[in-house]
């Protein structure tokens, strides 16, 4: 007979499993899989129960191990409702680089969303507009690539311009130096 785990006791062991130091994706991925083959399942709804309790700490936690598993039903959704609500702030660029990981169409208008009102705020590093690229170049449509382009050859800070050009491999055809683009 098998034991059902309710979705606390759950959520306390795959983040007991999941972490340690020196744990590589792998490896966490190969431990969450063995001892719950089933948890691809329940992850997305979990990270809502922790998303409506303001658990970002732990919604972050099972992000990540959400983003080493195989095919999570949903987790696209949850993510993009995540960024959309301005929940969870704190984790924005994780949120922008899974849903670049998981490479899902759906996340591109949320993505751009988030590079438009962030860019003249994100400065002088631009951490999170660098994950924005990023994440558009990983999902790689046209309305991605086309953004990226806009980006390269728009009114942007200079280091967003060069790395949207390397990212759509356009960087000599608009003739760009990578010292003068990144100082």
């Known amino acids: 007979m098998s034991k059902i785990i309710d979705d606390d006791d759950l959520v306390e062991k795959l983040i007991h499993i999941a972490g340690g130091p020196g744990c590589s994706r792998a490896e966490r ?8 083959p089933a948890v ?22 099972l992000e990540n191990i959400a983003a ?16 959309r609500s301005g929940q969870g702030a704190g984790y924005l660029e994780d949120h922008i680089e899974i849903l670049g990981e998981l ?17 003249d705020s994100d400065g002088p590093a631009y951490w999170l507009c660098l994950k924005c690229i ?28 060069w790395e949207a050009a390397v990212d759509l491999q356009i ?13």
Do not use: Y
């Open 29 to 36: 991925r190969r431990k969450v899989e063995s001892q719950f």
């Open 103 to 119: 490479a899902k169409p759906t996340a591109v208008d949320t993505i751009i969303q988030v590079f438009t009102e962030r860019e």
């Open 40 to 61: 691809n399942e329940r992850i997305a709804s979990l990270m809502r129960m922790l998303a409506q309790r303001s658990d970002w700490s732990r919604f972050n936690t």
């Open 68 to 83: 080493d598993l195989s095919d999570v039903p949903d987790l696209d959704r949850v993510l993009i409702d995540v960024v």
């Open 171 to 183: 960087e000599d055809e608009l003739g760009f130096d990578e010292d003068e683009m990144c100082d």
């Open 134 to 161: 990023q994440a558009l170049g990983s999902i790689g449509t046209p309305p991605a690539r086309e953004f990226l382009r806009s980006i390269a050859e728009g009114d942007h800070p200079p280091r967003l311009k």
